[in-house]
């Protein structure tokens, strides 16, 4: 079973990678121009925490959660995708 966490670490993280295919210039443009148009409408880590925090309030469910650790993105060279 997928907890909180590690469903929003991989939300976030997915959005990290698409960060690094859109600014390795060692990537085809094509594929850069792809992450591009995806990360346009990608939610933020901002986005995330807040639809964390309003689930928690509204719902009292936890599907993700607002507790984000910066150590999720140590591994993107380009960090987390902030919009």
Known sequence: MTTPDERTR???????FLKELQ???????EVRQEAHRLLRH???V???RM??????HTTGA????????????????FGAHTG
Do not use: M
């Open 10 to 16: 991989n939300l976030l993280q997915a959005g990290a």
């Open 23 to 29: 600014e390795d210039k060692t990537v085809p443009e």
């Open 42 to 44: 990608y939610p933020t």
């Open 46 to 48: 901002y986005e995330v």
């Open 51 to 56: 639809l964390a925090e309003l689930e928690k």
């Open 62 to 77: 936890f599907y993700l959660t607002p507790n984000i650790e910066k150590g999720w993105f140590s591994l993107y060279r």
